[in-house]
């Protein structure tokens, strides 16, 4: 089988793509550069997955979706995602390729905070989002799928944060991919100036169980000295749904960037985050935790790589498989020279829940400095039996032993997520793929 | 006669081919507290395991009733639905499941479909408990013994059997690696529970935890069985003397039954 399936989108259909959406002029270009690249580059060479055969081209590009009016005319499953106890000010809800609800707290607003969808970000405010577009952490030349994003890049947000501001309520974004076929090629870019801090928290969801499509997602977080940065994600993307997600973070002194995803898609996915501590003293925590299941292979690979002195990174990786499902976990610790007094830290697990699935917990850490501390854990296997003993020695049924010790190894990602609605959505996601 | 009765007859275990528990003879009614005492390595921890359903223990011969029920025919659960507890030498340690959650599950399995405790009846017991023995509230939100001291999961499962309430508790080395103030809070915890229902099973190889819980039977094991009993006044020797008169009385030599306590 061929796999060079050329893309159904040319130059012609960008250019007016991008002059439909009324882009500044280095989007267009960048959009045109890197669609030329797209043909000559090859994709991504995840370790231990061959993702030769994936969908990555098959999709529809371009699909409204209708604008809604109060978010109590939003479907049962989109409304899982809300803290509806409490007003939430600062949301967008994308569905397909439209904004289709947007608020922002005022006063936020009135502080120079900018949280809005990328369209509307680049129209307004070009400028700014053109110094961190595709600069500081992911690069449009990558590889294919980096370029394929960069070309035709169709949603997504820009979160701005300026020098000094904390912003207390967390910011939500639900990208919706409610046509079967809609893909959504969202770039999520978060810039936090000097000594400000924020909480961000993302849900992609979508049901196309049967019709074929693939999402390409690049996430940049830019973290200044002194900023915080905590980042939380449920990703839910139905069967048909090929996912590329791309999660890099850039962390400068004194700067905290912290990971919480919950990578819970039934499709084929590659998964990448990567975090680099740029600044002395910088700091990352990155969890994941994952479950698959059915026939569907992923490749997940946590890395962070340590520049600045003294600068302080934990990866945990925590998956769960089932059925014929296959998953990689690389969980990479890395320490360039010079980064003296850093600490790279990391732990990968996987327990087995059925003798046809597979799971890799592949540890590394790659170190080129000598004053440093480094640790790793790795573990694959199945559900303790001394442990099930001791809960059922209490009386508790087997069942119930399993459930509970599962959503112990699973609560890491969901004890960190911000807002309640999606941590209680995040354990049902759990509750419904495990049993 | 109050409580459930708990009858060990002529039980053989072996852990991986080996044979540890040799026939072991144990009648516990409910009322009664029961002392099982032993140096190292005579089988002791083993009993109790078995009595449980641990999995790497398998019974060779022999039977366990309860109020006249065959126990080695329920599965885990099922044994501590039916009113066994065991106060664990080595808890496990569960990652992400608070100490709260869990207790509150091992409660409501004990109870009907419909009749759970209320999250306040179950909180005011739970902080009322910590209270006697003695334990950080912040325990409670804490994950299930994860990072905890021995002496703080000792109390845990102090702290569990007072929760359940079973009709008969076997404690196994509960005051090992605590110090002589946690025995005394730990003992008063156990004392509390005394009652005309509740029987008791206290495995330990030291005296001293006899001085806190007065026992009512006291039984010496060694070589995988049960070499004598008698009253209070038997721990009392073996506090005074040791264990050496009984293995001269005996003609037994080595009195371990070849593995590691």
């Known amino acids: ?435 | 006669m109050a409580g459930s009765t708990l009858e060990i007859k002529d039980l053989h275990v072996e852990i991986e081919g080996q044979e540890i528990l040799k026939g072991v003879n144990l009648t516990i009614n409910g009322g009664e507290f029961h002392a099982v005492m032993g140096p190292n390595g005579t089988g002791k921890s083993t009993l109790a395991s078995a009595v449980m359903g641990h999995p790497k223990y398998e019974v060779t011969k022999g039977e366990i009733l309860l109020d006249g029920e065959n126990v080695l025919e329920m599965e885990v659960d099922e044994r501590a639905q039916a009113g066994l507890f065991l106060a664990m030498q080595y808890p496990s340690e569960i990652s992400g499941v608070t100490n709260s959650d869990f207790l509150r599950s091992a409660i409501n399995a004990h109870r009907e479909e419909g009749d759970e405790i209320s999250l306040m009846k179950f909180i005011k017991e739970m902080d009322s408990k910590m209270d006697t023995l003695d334990m950080d509230k912040n325990m409670a939100q804490r994950y299930l013994n994860e990072g905890f001291s021995g002496g703080e999961k000792k109390r845990n499962e102090i702290l569990q059997l007072m929760m359940i309430q079973p009709a008969i508790a076997i404690l196994d080395e509960i005051d090992s690696g605590l110090d002589i103030d946690a025995l005394k809070v730990v003992s008063k915890g156990i004392n509390e529970m005394r009652n005309d229902d509740f029987g008791c099973l206290i495995i330990t190889h030291y005296q001293r935890l006899l001085n806190y819980i007065t026992p009512d039977h006291v039984h010496v094991m060694m070589q995988g069985r049960v070499v004598k009993s008698g009253g209070p006044e038997l721990a009392q020797r073996l506090e005074e003397e040791g264990y050496e008169w009984i293995k001269e009385e005996l003609g037994i030599e080595d009195e371990t039954v070849g593995q590691k306590a």
């Open chain 1, 1 to 435: 089988m061929t796999v060079e399936v050329s893309l159904p989108y040319d130059k012609e259909y960008i250019t007016q793509f991008s002059q439909g959406m009324q882009e500044p002029e280095w989007m267009k270009n960048l959009r045109l550069s890197a669609l030329e690249k797209s043909e000559s580059l090859p994709l991504p060479k995840p370790d231990k997955t061959n993702i030769q055969g994936w969908n990555f081209t098959d999709f529809s590009h371009n699909v409204e979706g209708d604008k809604i009016e109060s978010l109590d005319s939003l479907p049962a499953e989109i409304q899982d995602f809300l803290d509806k106890e409490k007003d939430q000010h600062n949301l967008v809800i994308q569905r397909n390729h439209t904004v289709a609800y947007g608020t922002i707290d005022q006063k936020l607003k009135d502080q120079g905070v900018i949280f809005t969808d990328m369209a509307t970000a680049l129209r307004e405010h070009g400028d700014l989002v053109e110094k961190y577009y595709m600069n500081d952490a992911v690069h449009m030349d990558e590889h294919r799928l980096t370029a394929l994003h960069a070309a035709l890049m169709n949603g997504g947000v820009f979160l701005y944060v300026p020098k000094n501001v904390q912003i207390e309520e967390p910011i939500q974004a639900i990208f919706w991919q409610e046509d079967p076929k809609a893909s959504l090629i969202n770039h999520i870019l978060v810039v936090a100036e000097e000594n400000s801090s924020v909480t961000y928290v993302e849900n992609y969801i979508s049901n196309n169980k049967e019709e074929q499509t693939s999402a390409n997602i690049v996430t940049e977080v830019i973290a200044k000295d002194g900023a915080k940065v905590s980042f939380g994600a449920v990703d839910n993307f139905e069967a048909g749904t090929t996912v590329y997600t791309n999660r890099r973070g850039v962390a400068y002194r004194d700067a905290v960037i912290e990971w919480a995803l919950g990578q819970m898609n039934e499709g084929n996915t590659v998964s990448e985050n990567i975090t680099h501590l740029i600044g002395d003293n910088s700091h990352s925590n990155a969890k994941t935790v994952a479950i698959g299941r059915g026939s569907q292979k992923q490749n997940f690979t946590a890395n962070i790589t340590h520049f600045g002195k003294g600068s302080d990174g934990y990866i945990l990786q925590h998956g769960v498989m089932k059925d014929k499902a296959s998953a990689i976990f690389n969980g990479i610790g890395k320490i360039e020279h010079g980064a003296s007094k850093s600490n790279a830290e990391q732990e990968s697990r996987v327990l087995m829940l059925s003798k046809d699935a597979r799971g890799d917990a592949n540890p590394i850490l790659l170190i080129d400095e000598d004053d440093v501390t480094a640790g790793h854990a790795a573990s694959v296997g199945r559900v303790d039996p001394i442990q099930l003993y001791y809960l059922m020695s209490r009386g508790i049924s087997k069942f119930e032993a399993e459930r509970l010790i599962i959503h112990g190894f699973l609560a890491p990602v969901v004890k960190q997520l911000p807002v309640e609605a999606v941590k209680r959505q995040l354990t049902q996601v759990i509750e419904r793929k495990v049993y």
